[in-house]
């Protein structure tokens, strides 16, 4: 856990902004962004030791060594920034969605696609075993953004075990909860559930996300102490594949209708710029959506060699 500095904490702060951001988008995991940005495994780690230990180490020693133990400030500081974000800057992206799509998914597009180049270069030597891994959790990611949207009956069990599932996904770099809540078919169930204040609804579903939470960090937080470069290449894997969800030119094939009673997207296929402007009428931007995606893999790239800095100086 690392000793950070006032402006430290700014940036951290930051960092859970751009995390709440990312996950007001179906198809971009908050995950991904505190993979880019170089505190994925403290998070996972954070969060794992919110476990029953904890409760003896504020009962036996304190609410101080309670807080280091849970690494509080690094916690509190980047569920700031989320809320923060859900409160101001995830209203701007979803706009941005709304009105410019095509642009947005560029420039996610391009910030994912460096994130892979991120995560490989630092798993090492690529042995078979990590090879294939790192194919594996492609494959699944393409294979899991590639479902249809189901329509289940809800009940109570269904919407905590959606909860369990979609925060799994949520702290997964390449996969997003609001996408797989949207495959589940829970997804306008929870967003009418939270305008409404349906408390039992929202109430089983936090339910659900505290479970998930706690238990699948613990398998990441082993799996990044025992396993870590073959993690590391399964992740990466996973950012590869959800590129498909993040392509910028889709054509809809059917619709669904969201709690404000609007028309969205339910079902989109990957089309290429041409067939875009042919199918749509529509400008496809394709040299703005290049030049977006360049930067989104230019700021990757930045914040990759902040975070080598960063290291060599921790290590120094």
């Not at 613990?218 to 894997?237: D, E, K, M």
């Not at 969201?258 to 529509?282: C, H, M, R, Y």
Request: contains cysteine; hydrophobic residues 55%; proline residues 3%.
């Amino acid at each position: 856990m690392q000793q950070r500095s006032v402006w430290g904490y700014v940036r951290l702060l930051l960092k859970g902004v751009l995390m709440g951001a990312a996950d007001a988008v179906p198809g971009v995991s908050g995950g991904t962004v505190a993979f880019i940005t170089g505190i994925y495994e403290e998070l996972i780690h954070s969060i794992r030791r919110c476990d029953p230990q904890a409760l003896q180490v504020l009962f036996r020693q304190g609410v101080k060594a309670f807080w280091q133990h849970i690494n509080g400030n690094f916690l509190l500081t980047l569920l700031a920034g989320i809320g923060l974000s859900l409160a101001t800057l995830a209203h701007i992206v979803l706009y941005l969605l709304d009105q410019h799509p095509v642009l947005l998914w560029a420039f996610f597009f391009g910030l994912i696609l460096a994130s892979v180049w991120s995560v490989a270069r630092h798993v090492g030597e690529w042995t078979l075993i990590r090879t294939l891994t790192f194919f594996a959790g492609a494959f699944f990611a393409y294979l899991v953004t590639s479902l249809s949207p189901a329509a289940v009956e809800v009940t109570p069990i269904f919407v905590v075990v959606s909860g369990m599932i979609a925060i799994c996904a949520m702290i997964l770099p390449g996969i997003s909860g609001s996408f797989i809540l949207l495959l589940l078919g829970m997804y306008s169930t929870i967003l009418t559930a939270v305008k409404e204040l349906q408390l039992v609804t929202m109430g089983l579903f936090a339910f659900g996300c505290v479970l998930g939470l706690l238990s699948f960090t613990r398998v990441l937080s082993w799996a990044f102490s025992r396993y870590h470069s073959l993690t590391l290449a399964l992740l990466g894997g996973f950012l590869l594949g959800s590129l498909n969800k993040v392509w910028p030119w889709k054509y809809t094939l059917s619709y669904t209708i969201n709690s404000k009673g609007e028309k969205v997207p339910l079902v989109e296929q990957n089309i290429t710029p041409q067939a875009f402007a042919d199918l749509t009428g529509v400008d496809p931007q394709t040299l703005a959506c290049v030049i977006l995606a360049i930067v989104g893999a230019l700021l990757v790239f930045a914040l990759d060699r902040n975070k080598v800095a960063n290291t060599s100086e921790a290590q120094a």
